[in-house]
């Protein structure tokens, strides 16, 4: 029957929706209730007196000149429902449709967003390896700056020592110098010789003899 048929796409619509995220499933879900009790109205309108199947013993006791108007009428009525239902049938698949759609674009954005989140992740991974790579290069370059630092001290304790050390043997050479000069001794220079005829002999040659001896000869 239609109407069983109608129930069976909703209910089916139902368990499409259930599977839809968070953000979707709201939405299409009051959809498919507002569908589901419309249905619901239909069956029972067309389930009133005026539809339920009439005997033909009714028909012929019924059917007269007074009643024909009434009974076009009534059958007026049951096309006009019918093209009512057919409408909403037709309704019901065109939503059907666009929430298949919007189930497919929905499993479409879920696949991309798992991509997107696979993507992230591996990016995040590289990110850590890289600022762990980072956090080694740093220790590395504080050990460098150490060593050279020390270096560079060392270094310069080498040559303020050099420097010291020729600084010492300089001042030592200075010292051995003057030392030298003043320890040197000094030239004498020959006296006169004063000429006696009597003992001039005797008196150059005391004269040419030295301070010590003459000090000698007056002891």
Not at 50 to 64: G, N
Not at 74 to 80: A, G
Not at 112 to 133: A, F
């Amino acid at each position: 029957m239609l109407f069983d048929e109608t129930k069976d796409l909703i209910e089916q619509m139902s368990l499409e929706v259930q599977e839809l995220g968070p953000a979707s499933k709201d939405k299409y879900a009051k959809r498919v209730e507002c569908f589901l009790s419309e249905l619901e109205k239909l069956k029972t309108e067309f389930k009133k007196p005026r539809y339920a199947p009439r005997s033909k013993a009714s028909l012929h006791k019924d059917f007269t000149d007074a009643d024909e108007e009434s009974l076009r009428e009534e059958v007026l009525y049951d096309s006009d429902m019918r093209a009512r239902l057919l409408d909403n049938t037709e309704r019901v698949a065109r939503s059907t449709g666009r929430l298949e759609d919007g189930l497919r674009v929905a499993l479409q954005t879920e696949e991309v967003g798992s991509h997107i989140l696979t993507d992230l992740g591996e990016q995040r991974e590289k990110l850590q390896r890289s600022r762990n790579r980072l956090r080694q290069a740093d220790t590395d370059l504080n050990k460098s700056s150490r060593i050279i630092s020390e270096m560079t001290r060392r270094v310069i304790q080498n040559r303020i020592v050099l420097i010291g050390m020729v600084i010492f043997m300089i001042l030592i050479f200075i010292v051995a110098i003057y030392l030298v000069t003043r320890r040197g001794v000094p030239v004498v220079q020959n006296p006169p010789v004063v000429s006696n005829p009597v003992n001039g002999v005797q008196l150059s040659h005391s004269l040419t003899e030295s301070p010590a001896g003459l000090s000698n000869s007056h002891h």
